[in-house]
């Protein structure tokens, strides 16, 4: 029985029959100036093979000089991650071929690295804090916490990057030729190994997503990475194994190699539950095996065999210094930490008045940073959260695209939410001056201005519009005449609708109630 023959199980019922284990491999491309090992710059994009060197491309006689700023913001993530920073470690050579790293070997960490036994927590919004059968989450947290126990964190240089031109998907199967960019060959690399995840229940694919975002916004808080899945400085091999419920023995892995965003992680761990299940419910054997996601059906796809362990020949790397980094140094990277995301996320909830549900809302629209940037701006906590919550999420679904991606900036929101303060602006003509702004028609004020969008707040042009509404209405005006003053509202309608909804609507009640109620 193989993944091609067999027939996918839905999930409840695999997570209902068996326990995932998932574990997860992050590397983090670090934003040093300069690569690992050398002096070529690190920008993206540049043209190919043109940021190279001999040492970066192994040329004969060249040699390797660590990067400083490399290992200190390797440390910088350790003691976020709450690791063990080595007192004393070293580079390894790994041996293997492969077309895009350039002295077959690649310059790691094996047996020696520098931070170690950590752990990062993460919290499910509305999540229980146990598996299906009731057994709590790994290192029992309060409802909807888990602790990721961290294994290793280690620093080597990163390859190359093939492109496979023709064929399809890009790979190198079916392609009719194949181009090496050696750009990213030696750019600094950052491992974060995670101990294996039990416990997690139907919640495995939920968990391994929480923490591959959690550990993304540590890494940008901390400065030491921009994370940009999309540019591949974030990309996580997803590990996942499935046993017989209750067994108490971990079944065999499949690894589900450098996926790229946050849903893939958790499609990639609930496609394999219920491929794996599958083949364990028909008798079938679980290859132990790399595998690759298909972004455009969310299934994966095999890879290499793992079966038998591949032999990488580690030695230490005899052309650089074993590491030692002084105690003192290392205090002193530890006092300089920034505000970890978790503590800056229960600061702001108190500091805005903001209920989980509140939090929990920013965090999945991924608007945080943009609300506080808003708020820092000028607006209020409630008025930043309104608009981009509110309309620019809905422009954002409507386009596809994240909120960080429209092209309206924190300060522009927060000087449109100063233009309603000011009574400048309604939040109708608000919306109208977001959707000039999104349209490319400058600032909002110059929208404002270009529009003729401002609130009408003349008394003169007000009780003109007032009186062809009371004209217009006689019925609706007697009735207010009488005491039904919540017929006020269709007077106001129509006044709105007289001045293309820039009446300034409470001066226009207060005049409509003159009017009509005063002897």
């Known amino acids: 029985m193989t993944d091609q023959t067999a027939t996918l199980v839905s999930f409840d019922e695999a997570v209902s029959r068996y326990d995932p284990v ?19 710059p690190t920008q993206f994009g540049a043209e190919p093979n043109s940021q190279v060197c001999p040492v970066c491309l192994g040329l004969p006689g060249s040699l390797p000089v660590a990067s400083r700023a490399a290992i200190e913001f390797t440390i910088r993530i350790g003691l976020a991650l709450n690791c063990s920073i080595a007192e ?23 047996d020696e690295p520098l931070c170690t036994d950590g752990w990062l927590d993460i919290t499910l919004e509305d999540a229980p804090p146990a598996s299906a059968d009731g057994a709590p989450p790994p290192r029992a947290q309060p409802a909807g916490r888990f602790r990721v126990e961290i294994e290793r964190v280690h620093l080597e240089e990163d390859t190359g990057k093939s492109l496979h031109v023709g064929g399809s998907a890009g790979r190198i199967h079916g392609a009719d030729y ?49 994370v940009r899945m999309e540019e591949g400085s974030l990309r996580c091999d997803v590990n996942t194994s499935l046993a017989p419920k209750g067994s108490g023995t971990w079944g065999t892995r499949t690894e589900t190699k450098n996926v790229n965003s946050l849903r893939s992680v958790e499609r990639a761990v609930r496609y394999e539950i219920e491929r794996q299940a599958a083949i364990l419910d028909a008798g079938g054997r679980i290859v132990q095996e790399t595998r690759h996601l298909q972004e455009d059906t969310g299934i994966t796809t095999p ?16 052309d650089l210094v074993p590491i030692a980094p002084p105690r003192d140094w290392v205090e002193q990277i530890r006092a300089a930490l920034p505000e970890l995301p978790d503590a800056r996320r229960s600061r702001l909830q108190q500091e805005w008045g903001l209920s989980d549900l509140d939090m929990a809302a920013l965090r999945n629209a991924g608007a945080l940073d943009l609300v506080t940037e808003t708020v820092a701006a000028g607006a209020t906590p409630a008025d930043a959260r309104k608009w981009w919550l509110g ?4 422009e954002a679904n409507k386009s596809g695209r994240d909120l960080a991606d429209l092209p309206i900036t924190p300060a522009q929101v927060a000087a449109v939410a100063k233009l309603v303060m000011s009574d400048i602006l309604n939040d109708k003509l608000a919306r109208q001056v977001i959707d000039g702004v999104l349209a490319g028609e400058g600032a909002p004020e110059e929208v404002v201005a270009a529009r003729g969008l401002a609130v009408v ?34 007077l106001l309608g129509a006044v709105m609708k007289a001045t293309r909804g820039q009446a300034d609507a409470t ?13």
Not at 88 to 110: E, G, T, W
């Open 507 to 519: 001066r226009a009640r207060e005049l409509i109630m003159e009017r009509l109620t005063q002897p």
């Open 88 to 110: 004393h470690c070293r580079f390894a050579r790994k041996n293997y071929f492969y077309p895009d790293m350039p002295k077959d070997y690649q310059i790691s960490q094996y």
């Open 457 to 490: 707040s003349d008394d003169g042009v007000l009780t003109a519009a007032v009186d062809e509404a009371i004209a217009a209405h006689p019925d609706v005006a007697q009735k207010i005449r009488d005491g039904k003053v919540a017929a006020a509202g269709a």
């Open 22 to 40: 998932i574990g997860l491999e992050t590397h983090v491309e670090l934003g040093t100036v300069t690569k690992m090992f050398c002096g070529c």
């Open 391 to 394: 309309e620019l999420s809905r």
């Open 178 to 226: 194949s181009l090496v960019d050696y750009n990213r060959a030696g750019i600094p690399l950052v491992e974060i190994v995670t101990k294996p995840v039990a416990g997690t229940g139907p919640l495995a694919p939920q968990v391994a997503r929480a923490y591959v975002t959690e550990l993304r916004d540590l890494v940008r808080a901390l400065g030491v990475s921009d």
């Open 303 to 318: 890879g290499r065999s793992k079966e038998e362990a591949q032999d990488y020949r580690y030695f230490p790397e005899p």
